[in-house]
């Protein structure tokens, strides 16, 4: 979402893949496994889902901090 804010081009998933054999790969002659790439995409996208978890819970406790501080501030001029 990032990188491509007007969309992803056309084949970008097909070549970031195929790039991420090549890199993966320890010789060029050998092939990686699809167990392996797997496993690897699959530690990524967790590692993506914590960051953004924790992203997003630090935001609503900051918020939360936000609304009771205004709560606490709007019923201390309602009451005087």
Do not use: M
Not at 30 to 52: Q, V
């Amino acid at each position: 979402r990032f990188s491509f804010p007007f969309g992803r081009p056309d084949g970008a998933l097909k070549a970031t893949l195929s790039l991420l054999e090549r890199v993966l790969a320890k010789d060029l002659s050998t092939p990686i496994s699809r167990d392996d790439i797997r496993h690897f995409i699959r530690k990524c996208l967790e590692n993506a889902a914590y960051t953004n978890y924790t992203r997003v819970s630090d935001q609503a406790k900051i918020e939360e901090k936000h609304l009771l501080f205004n709560i606490s501030y709007l019923t201390i001029l309602y009451l005087n």
